[in-house]
């Protein structure tokens, strides 16, 4: 169900803009990251990207699944495959997302913890105002968990 994609990433951007809706965003950490595809009868419905921080840290820069798959289980199991996947090789896994009524309580039910704020981040790093479960993103809230 879940696949490494390592060749022509850009073929997943409709999925990844779900998750963080700039293009150039994305593409900011795409080519370093680790892309994995979560499909469905030969059609891709969920994707996240992790990268290699160092200091035994693994970010999730993007976790997203397409609207018709959402409310399954999916994202959760996508997240679970993510701290997976870090494990052998980091001690935690940080996550930054917006402060939404959508996400926050996803990760803190999943056992992440709040960890520190980058103020301002998507009015700085965005060219149009982002809203999320009605809610326009300002600052960047990051989460982390524990691997070991």
Known sequence: MIKAVTDNKEQYMDLL??????????RRYLDR????VWEENSE???VCV???EGDGVCELKNIAVSPGYQRK???RKM???AEEYCRSFADKLIL???DSPLTVPFYEKCGYSRAHT????FVDNYDHPIFEGGVRLVDMIYYEKELR
């Open 17 to 26: 803009l779900i998750g963080d809706e700039q293009e150039d965003m994305v």
């Open 33 to 36: 990251g680790d892309l994995f």
């Open 44 to 46: 891709a419905v969920a």
């Open 50 to 52: 992790i990268t290699r």
């Open 73 to 75: 289980g999916i994202g």
């Open 79 to 81: 997240l679970r495959f």
């Open 96 to 98: 930054g997302t917006g």
């Open 118 to 121: 980058v103020k301002n981040f």
